[in-house]
């Protein structure tokens, strides 16, 4: 509406400029499903999630996306938690060589990793990668829930 109004002034004055418009480029992430969780009901070790589906509308011709436990998994209680080293991300960017304590292919999110990469996808949604979480629990966590956060980054290289 403000755009309107200022044409419509410019013109009642007899001089009509140049029109400018902006079109910032579009992306958007989503995630099926939107969250991760383990069942760990068994004595300490490893424990796998559900497959994460990573999807991607872009118009941007070169994109990366990686993602990184931004927290400790911390208890109901709020007293105890488990690092965000012992959360573990596997994509089909993953060295399989690689061993940071979970098994092969399996890297520790305590720093941000690589998820997906891509490029322009037109307006459509694309699935651009399959993730697997695994998490390794020890003697020292304390039974009960956990809740954590993980963040997905969008970067684009121009």
């Avoid at 109901?76 to 690689?98: E, F, M, Q, V, W």
């Avoid at 999110?109 to 307006?123: K, Q």
Wanted: neutral net charge.
């Amino acid at each position: 509406m403000g755009l309107i109004l200022i044409v419509l002034f410019v013109c009642l004055f007899g001089y009509l400029g140049p029109a400018l418009a902006e079109v910032e480029p579009f992306m958007g992430i989503s995630l099926s499903p939107d969250s991760v969780s383990f069942r760990a009901d068994a004595s300490p070790g490893i424990y796998d999630s559900q497959v994460v589906d990573v999807m991607v509308r872009s118009e941007n011709k070169d994109w990366t996306i990686q993602c990184e436990a931004i927290s400790p998994l911390s208890h109901s209680n709020g007293k105890s938690h488990i690092p965000s080293k012992r959360l573990y991300l596997n994509s089909p960017l993953t060295k399989a060589d690689i061993d940071n304590g979970a098994g092969p292919g399996f890297e520790s999110m305590e720093r941000p990793r690589l998820a997906a990469r891509g490029s322009f996808t037109a307006p459509m949604l694309l699935k651009v990668s399959s993730l697997r979480f695994r998490l390794l629990t020890t003697w020292e966590d304390k039974p009960g829930t956990y809740a954590g956060h993980i963040r997905f980054t969008y970067i684009t290289n121009p």
